[in-house]
Structure formats: C-alpha cells, structure tokens
C-alpha cells in the first residue's frame, strides 16, 4: 500500500510517497481502507518539524483527520463491523471526562502516526461513525476542526438560541463555528483579512463581517454591531496577537475559547478581570464530544465547507494551498 511520511519534518516538500506492507489489524483493532484526509493548521507545523511536545518523531505518517471504511476486524472487536463508514479521533484514547496527559500522547499525526495512507489500523475504541449523509471527503473534516469548534460551543456554558458568536478569519475551525452557531439559531459576526471572503461567510449565515486589514482595531466595529454590549461568544484562533481585542469584543461574562496561536503578541490581563471575561482553552475534544457532534451533525444535515479536494498524488500541494490562506473552510485529500 501506499502511505506518505517525513522522515525528518524539515519543510511541505521534505514528504515522501512509499510503498509499505499494508498492515493487519490485531486484537481489539480495525484496518480502515481510508477514503479522503483534511488538513489543519497544526499539520504545517508539524511538516516545519513543530509538534506540541517537542520534535516531531522520524518517519511520522502526518495528517490527524481521515475517514474511509471498515475492511477487517481483527478478534474480539465487537463496536465496529466490516464496511461501517468512519472517522479517527485526532486523541485516540481520549474517549470521554476530563482530558488527561496521556490523551495528547495519543495524537494522530503529531505523537503517532497518523492518516495520509490507504490503509491504517485504529483500535476498535479510536473511531466514529460518519453521518450518512456525508461524503468521506465531507466526514474527513470533522475530527479536529469541527470537533474543536463544537467543544467550544457546547462543551462548556452552551451556546444559547439569541446568542451572538464572533469567529476570527474563515478557516477551518472559524466556518464549523459558524453552521454551528447558525444551526443553534445564533448570530454569528466574522472577521476576515478579505472582502470576497467575507462575501462567503454571509452567504454561510454570518450577519456581519469586518475586515481586520482595513479595521485593524476590528473590536470596536464588533462592539458597534452589538450595540456597545460585545458578542457572547469568541472563537479566538488567532492567539496573543488577537486575544486582547477578542476580550475586548465580548460582552462582561462573554466566553473567550482560547483554541488558534496564528499570531504572536503580548496581552495585558486586566481586562479580562475587569469584564469577568471566562477564558477556555480547548484541545480538540474527546470521542463523547464528537458523537455529539455528529448527532447534531446528522439532525440538521450539516455539510461541512470543502475549499478544494486534491489527488493523493498531489499531497504536497494541499498543503501548499492550506499555507496560502486563499481557502474557506476544509482543505481536503481524496485517497482513492
Ligand atoms: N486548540 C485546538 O484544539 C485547535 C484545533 C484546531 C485548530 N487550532 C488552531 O486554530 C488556528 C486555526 O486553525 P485552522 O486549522 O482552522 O486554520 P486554517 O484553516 O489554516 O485557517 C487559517 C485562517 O485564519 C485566518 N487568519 C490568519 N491570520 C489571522 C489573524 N491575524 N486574525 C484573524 N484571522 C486570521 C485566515 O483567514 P482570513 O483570510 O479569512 O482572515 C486564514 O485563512 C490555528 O492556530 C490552529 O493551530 C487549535
């Protein structure tokens, strides 16, 4: 079979196509047949050679997000059958409670192998079902990504019917929050780096966009469109270098989910004590989370935002595309 792998992370180009022995699923394990992978940020970190814990492990099979078909069990799997439709978790062990250390030591792509191969053994406990009606390509999204932007919208104070989130930029995370948000009957404002994307987010649903190039102190237009009172909930992925405008933009109580560090900076802490500012970090979510998700996932027929599906063969300008920052939402690997 054919699986990519850095042998030392050093850059998009230092990934490399190989032919391996397609591997058999043990006790207690599944062989996917994976159908399609979907970047995120994270994973031209860890291509660059930056993984959260350090250096990222030699000859590493990237990608965290992946989906495709059950073709063997190995014994005593009893959670999953031949040709089930399913999602990895980017936390394989993380199945549900509070995360612990040895959750993050679990991470596909980044701590372990992850998914840009055709075929991967998980244990039976470390996937999914997809919604029926997505496509591999649509379900491929959801591990990290939507995951992450349903954990902050739901797996703390949930998002209320009336609320008011804000997203930051049209990524990944950022479009999930938004068919969330606009799923739950919230109103969602976003800020963008360009016009035509924000033309994007309001055919999504966003009722407000404000360019951070033209408005580099976008706060002021977000508390302006709230009328002075400032947003419920911030989705903050853009790090130290946002933060402070982001607790700027909420209202006093508003939810600031800390998940993206695009940007550096430095923050004054004041603020967030003077406007009782909640600040949540998030790490991705657990497998209890996820099937939440989906559960909310298949009930409103949610389809996930696909910028641009490429070949397997063309791996390498996915991620070169994922670095340019033109896409809106998912960008997505079809492994055929
Ligand atoms: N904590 C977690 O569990 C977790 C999980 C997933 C992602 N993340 C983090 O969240 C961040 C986003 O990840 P992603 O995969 O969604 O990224 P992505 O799909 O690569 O999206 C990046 C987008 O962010 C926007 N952006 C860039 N600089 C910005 C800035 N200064 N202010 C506002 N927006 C900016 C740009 O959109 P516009 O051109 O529209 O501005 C850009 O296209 C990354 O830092 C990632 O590491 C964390």
């Given at each position: 079979m054919k699986q990519y792998l850095f042998p030392?992370?050093?850059?998009?180009?230092?990934l490399e196509l190989r032919d391996v022995p397609t591997p058999q699923p043990g006790r207690g394990q599944i062989l996917v047949r994976m159908r399609a992978a979907s970047l995120n940020y994270r994973d031209l970190n860890v291509a660059a050679g930056r993984a959260a814990r350090g250096s990222v492990p030699a000859n590493l099979v990237p990608l965290s997000d992946g989906a495709g078909e059950v073709v063997a069990c190995g014994p005593a799997v009893d959670r999953v059958a031949v040709g089930d439709r399913v999602a990895g978790l980017f936390?394989?062990?993380?199945?549900?409670?509070d995360m612990e250390p040895y959750h993050v030591d679990?991470?596909?792509?980044?701590?372990i192998d992850g998914v840009l191969a055709e075929y991967v053994v998980f244990d039976q406990d470390g996937v999914v079902p997809l919604p029926?009606?997505?496509s591999f390509e649509e379900g491929a999204?959801?591990?990290?990504a939507g995951l992450t932007a349903w954990n902050a919208l739901y797996a703390g104070k949930p998002l209320r019917s009336g609320e008011t989130v804000l997203i930051l930029g049209t990524g990944g995370v950022s479009i999930f929050a938004l068919q969330f948000a606009r799923a739950a009957g919230a109103r969602v404002i976003g800020t963008s780096s360009s016009q035509e994307k924000l033309a994007r987010i309001a055919a999504l649903g966003a009722s407000d966009g404000v360019n951070y190039r033209t408005h580099p102190e976008w706060q002021t237009e977000v508390l302006a469109l709230t009328g002075g009172r400032g947003v419920d909930h911030v989705v903050e992925v853009g790090g130290a270098g946002t933060l402070g405008r982001s607790v700027a933009a909420a209202r006093i109580g508003g939810q600031v989910h800390l998940i993206g560090v695009l940007t550096g900076g430095e923050i004054d802490p004041t603020p967030i004590l003077r406007r009782n500012t909640v600040l949540r970090g998030i790490y991705v979510g657990s497998r209890q989370m996820f099937q939440a998700m989906n559960a909310a996932v298949a009930l409103h027929k949610l389809r996930p935002v696909v910028d641009r599906v490429f070949d397997f063969a063309d791996a390498k300008a996915a991620y070169h595309h994922l670095k340019g920052q033109t896409h809106v939402g998912k960008v997505v690997i079809r492994i055929e």
């Open positions: 030392q992370a050093a850059g998009i180009d230092t936390m394989q062990n993380w199945l549900g409670g679990s991470s596909r792509g980044g701590a029926a009606h997505l999204t959801l591990p990290c």
